[in-house]
């Protein structure tokens, strides 16, 4: 009983934070999400309207718009990181000269803040200044113009988001890979299967939590990214890079639309568990059905 009494007494304060920093600012959205509420207008108080706003959002092509870029911005950043890094990985476990020094440095990005990556890549790839177009003029003849090509712009921010998280995709990979039993391998390695049969029937099974837990983790943010991609194209051109968070963003603030911002954010984070959930069960799922 005294032993309980300690337990919660050492959690009061983390649950403390969570309460006044997570759930009550929860709540006060969800409620939020069911009125209309533009204090800078004409009429400043909060006005029932039931779930208008979640209907308003459904036929709302800015917001699905920019939930078909969300999903398509986390898909391929978050599986080239997932690529790269494992590969990165693979190529830590070797011993080769410089090793050190190449393990410092591609770490470094994960001490950046996002919103100093977003205005370095800015720097870097603004028109006749930056470092990129001048160099894909030169070698490729390739003008690069994010202001104006969507494509470019999308393609931008994931490049730059697969900069700056592969490393930590690398250090979780490679944790999981040293971690490993060298029993399966040697064995697979006497019966003679090949690279190809060890990597799809031994290494991936094994390390196959760590790759759904990562990508449970980066799934996350990727859909929530704001600053990194404002800070390089402002979600333009157009709305080529506007992704959720950037949208959430340009209607509470510029619109001042506190209300139907709220119901989008409420959406937005059911989406969320809704993917995280079923990220959850693939990880769980298969461990169960070992027992």
């Not at 006044?20 to 006060?28: E, Q």
């Not at 208008?52 to 718009?65: H, I, P, Q, Y």
């Not at 990985?89 to 070797?94: D, T």
């Not at 730059?160 to 999981?176: Q, R, S």
Request: proline share 6%; charged share 10%.
């Amino acid at each position: 009983m005294r032993s309980n009494k300690v337990g919660w007494l050492l959690l009061a304060p983390t649950l403390t934070i969570l309460g006044v920093f997570g759930i009550l600012p929860f709540i006060y959205v969800l409620y939020l999400s069911f009125h209309q509420w533009n204090p800078f207008g004409a009429n400043p108080n909060q006005v029932f309207i039931g779930a208008n706003n979640f209907r308003r959002l459904v036929f709302d092509a800015e917001f699905l718009t920019s939930v078909w870029l969300t999903l398509k911005f986390a898909f391929f950043a978050v599986g080239s990181e997932i690529i790269i890094g494992y590969l990165l990985a693979q190529l830590l476990m070797r011993e080769f000269p410089g090793k050190g020094f190449f393990r410092t440095v591609h770490t470094l990005p994960l001490i950046v803040a996002p919103i100093v990556v977003g205005s370095v890549w800015r720097l870097m790839t603004t028109p006749s200044l930056g470092i990129v177009p001048v160099y894909l003029k030169r070698w490729f003849g390739y003008t690069l113009n994010i202001g104006s090509d969507a494509n470019a712009a999308f393609i931008l921010t994931v490049i730059m988001d697969i900069w700056h998280w592969t490393p930590l995709v690398t250090l979780t990979l490679l944790a999981a890979l040293l971690s490993l039993p060298k029993e399966p391998f040697e064995q697979a390695q006497i019966d003679g299967a090949s690279r190809s049969q060890i990597f799809w029937h031994i290494t991936l099974p094994m390390i196959r939590p760590a790759i759904l837990a990562t990508v449970f983790i980066r799934m996350m943010d990727a859909l929530r990214t704001v600053d990194e991609v404002w800070m390089l194209t402002g979600g333009g051109p157009g709305a080529a890079t506007r992704y959720v968070g950037l949208h959430i963003w340009k209607v509470v603030f510029p619109k001042t639309d506190y209300g139907y911002g709220a119901a989008i954010s409420v959406v937005v984070l059911y989406l969320t568990l809704v993917m995280c959930w079923m990220l959850y069960v693939g990880l769980v799922a298969p461990r169960n059905k070992g027992k």
